[in-house]
């Protein structure tokens, strides 16, 4: 038996440090008016199997007590404190030049919203806006 093994999408949702959707939504509510939502999605080229890792990395890039919860996709939502979306371009762009770094840029894109009082409608407009985005770019609005 070979001692590798196949990282399975169950195993995103086991990485050290990710919080729950559940936590990252009850967290995003105590958030202030200052807060904001940075989705990071990875493009469909790269195989479930090393989504793990970029999420990993995402969570390595975050800054303190930003909490990241993670879908079986690999998605990631990261809750942006304080700062607004201003802060979370700001966090993105962190990410793609830490990515730059080891030429993975180009495999996520990122998006950011407002909480507006509504932690999970932020994350599904983020998700949206990222998929708008071009290859290591966040989209803000649309």
């Known amino acids: 038996m070979s001692p590798w093994h ?26 202030g008016s200052d807060g904001a939502c940075l989705v990071f999605v ?9 989504r793990a890792g970029y999420a990993q990395l995402i969570i390595a890039y975050a800054r303190a007590n930003e909490p990241v919860t993670i879908d079986r996709e690999g998605t990631s939502a990261l809750l942006i404190t304080e700062g607004g979306v201003e802060a979370g371009a700001t966090v993105a762009d ?17 998006g950011v919203a407002t909480l507006d009082g509504d932690p999970e409608a932020a994350i599904v407009t983020a998700r949206r806006r990222a998929g708008l985005a071009g290859p290591a770019s966040a989209v803000l609005e649309g």
């Not at 399975?8 to 559940?22: I, Q, Y």
């Not at 962190?94 to 180009?106: D, K, M, N, P, W």
């Open 6 to 31: 196949v990282v399975n999408s169950d195993a995103l949702f086991l990485l050290p440090w990710a919080v729950t959707r559940a936590e990252f939504l009850a967290t995003a509510r105590d958030t």
């Open 42 to 50: 990875i493009s469909d080229e790269i195989p479930p199997g090393a």
């Open 94 to 110: 962190r990410v793609f030049g830490l990515l730059r770094r080891i030429s993975l840029e180009t495999t996520i894109r990122a």
